[in-house]
Every structure is written in C-alpha cells, then in structure tokens.
C-alpha cells in the first residue's frame, strides 16, 4: 500500500475542502446578520435603561428628600415624644425611607462575535497526497 491518496480519497479532499469553505461562508454571514440584530438591539436596550435609571434618579433624589426631611423633623422632637407610640412609628416611617436601595439597572448585554479565524479548509487542502 503506498502512502498516498487514491482518486476517490483526493476526489473526497475536494470535496471536504469545498464543504468547509461553503460552511465558513454562510457561517461569517450568520455572524454579520447576528451582529447588525445585536447591535439594533442592544442600541434600543441601552436608550431604554438610560431612560429608567434616570427616571430612578428622579425618584431616588425625592425619596432621599423624604427621608432626610423626615429624620429632621424627628431628631427635633423630645426625647419622650421619641419613646412614644407616636415616635416609635415615626422612627418606622423615616427607617423605612431611609432604607430603601434604589440601584441603577445595569444589565449585561450580549456582545458582537468576532469573525472566527477558519484555517481548516487550507489545512486541509495543504495536506500532502503523497509521500
């Protein structure tokens, strides 16, 4: 047996080769087509989450108020008023301002592809056909 490809062996090499390189085509046109959706996509999320978190902000700074006019008015009252029914919901109400976490929305996207090194159909074809 001699090291090296017959017809039919070197006929289906060919036939690899052109098969693979079809398929790295349509796959960098897949990657493209991706891409562009992603990338519309991702441009319309990110005028979306600009817009909530500033409306959060908004929202964040009036509560803040809130609290902070709160805790005034109650570290202005006297310490019997404070130890009260009335004080103890009071210090409830102004904790519970005070409390709340209004983080901005910060999601992860998904990112472009970089169009793939395919080496494989010239490996390939690089092959030698004989010894």
């Not at 398929?23 to 990110?46: D, F, M, P």
């Not at 005070?98 to 910060?106: K, R, S, V, W, Y």
Request: glycine letters at 4%; aromatic letters at 6%; a negative charge.
């Amino acid at each position: 047996m001699a090291f090296r490809l017959n017809k039919k062996e070197s006929a289906q090499r060919v036939d690899h080769v052109n098969a693979i390189e079809l398929a790295g085509v349509k796959l960098s046109t897949a990657i493209c087509e991706y891409n562009e959706v992603v990338g519309a996509a991702r441009e319309a999320l990110q005028e979306a989450v600009n817009a909530y978190n500033e409306t959060l902000g908004e929202a964040r700074d009036f509560v803040e108020d809130i609290a902070s006019s709160r805790r005034e008015d109650f570290d202005n009252k006297s310490e019997r008023w404070k130890e009260g029914e009335n004080g103890s919901a009071a210090e409830t109400f102004t904790s519970a301002w005070e409390g709340i976490e209004l983080e901005e929305f910060d999601p992860e996207v998904a990112q472009d592809i970089d169009e793939p090194d395919l080496p494989h159909r010239d490996d390939i074809e690089n092959l030698p056909e004989e010894a």
